[in-house]
């Protein structure tokens, strides 16, 4: 890996992903609605919610190393944007990073 701030960055937004799978899993809502989950962004300090539909949410979660975050949040040193909405943007992790999305994915 390239230096130990790619790292932790990664381990932030796997850390985030993991409480929006934890959330889900406690109010579990169906196709169509939405869902208000916590920007997976690398910054720790940043709280703020995007509004996802169920099936936007498992879009992203389909591929265990694509993250959903607030457009302007992403970090092109360890990822890079996939597909960007008016509220959100999904971004891939470079294969580096790659590696701790996969270990610490909560999804079998």
Partial sequence: MADSREVR???NEALFRVVNER???V???EAGERLGILCECG???CTETLDLSVDEYEEVRSDPTQFVVRPGHEITSVE???KRTARFLVVRKHPEEASI???TDPRP
């Fill in 27 to 29: 109010r579990p809502e």
């Fill in 23 to 25: 959330v889900r899993e």
């Fill in 101 to 103: 999305a996969l270990d």
């Fill in 43 to 45: 910054d720790d300090k």
């Fill in 80 to 82: 890079e944007p996939l």
């Fill in 9 to 11: 960055i990664a381990r």
